[in-house]
């Protein structure tokens, strides 16, 4: 079964600078996709970036970007330019291109200082 | 205009009762999820349904019955809910050949 790790718990970063948030995950398939979604307050679930893995090129979204390393089952997300609105917990997941089920990580809670 | 839409929002109930929430998604998907966020956040599945058919169904106590009377609709019904079944359920749909899941704005459930 396949499982995903967000070694930070918290995090937090001053406004206007940059975080990156760290997941790992293990699977023993070469076809899948990754996705950051961030949980306000409002606790809705917005997806923030998506990568698939048979993508050497990692995804980016305005402030939001990805380090994709697949040899080391890495997917980390970087915040630039962070703002006050980014504050929020921020899950990981996986999917199997095949699968039916999201895989989510722990999540990390993100402070943004003003 | 809500592409996944769960009622109710909050829900209050006594320990026994037997409650249910209802999940609706107007994006076309074939794919819907139940699942469960616990008091430290952390997001389980709890059921699956393609097209109709159960095809996920998680360790989950046989109280939690689900049922999709058509692909745009998956409701949850809980019977002699538990202190411990307290927590926010998500409803969340997604296709097939797409990737990624779109979520309701989850139902927290508490139990009194």
């Known amino acids: 079964a396949q499982t995903v790790t967000q070694s930070q718990p918290e995090m937090s970063v001053q406004e206007a600078e940059t975080v990156t948030l760290s997941c790992t995950y293990d699977?023993?398939?070469?076809?899948?996709?990754l996705f950051w979604y961030k949980q306000p307050p409002s606790r809705q679930m917005i997806l923030v970036i998506r990568?698939?893995?048979?993508?050497?090129q990692n995804a980016t979204e305005n402030r939001f970007s990805v380090n994709f390393q697949k040899a080391a089952k890495s997917f980390s997300l970087k915040i630039s330019d962070s703002q006050l609105g980014d504050a929020a917990m921020y899950f990981c997941?996986?999917?199997?291109?095949?699968?039916?089920?999201?895989?989510f990580g722990p999540g990390t809670r993100l402070s943004v200082l003003p | 205009d809500t592409a996944v839409s769960q009622t109710p929002k909050y829900l209050v109930t006594q320990m026994g009762n037997d409650k249910s929430i209802k999940c609706e998604q107007n994006?076309?998907?074939?794919?819907m999820y139940w699942y469960k966020q616990d008091s430290k956040k952390f997001l389980k599945i709890m059921f699956s349904y393609n097209n109709k058919e159960l095809i996920i169904n998680e360790t989950v106590p046989n109280r939690f019955s689900p049922k999709s009377p058509d692909k745009a609709h998956l409701n949850l019904h809980i019977n002699s809910l538990e202190l411990g079944d307290s927590a926010v359920y998500f409803c969340a749909s997604s296709q097939t050949s797409n990737t990624e899941a779109f979520f309701g704005q989850g139902t927290r459930l508490t139990v009194v």
């Open positions: 699977t023993s398939e070469s076809d899948y996709y």
């Open positions: 994006l076309g998907h074939d794919t």
């Open positions: 997941a996986y999917r199997s291109r095949l699968g039916q089920n999201f895989v």
């Open positions: 990568q698939e893995a048979y993508k050497q």
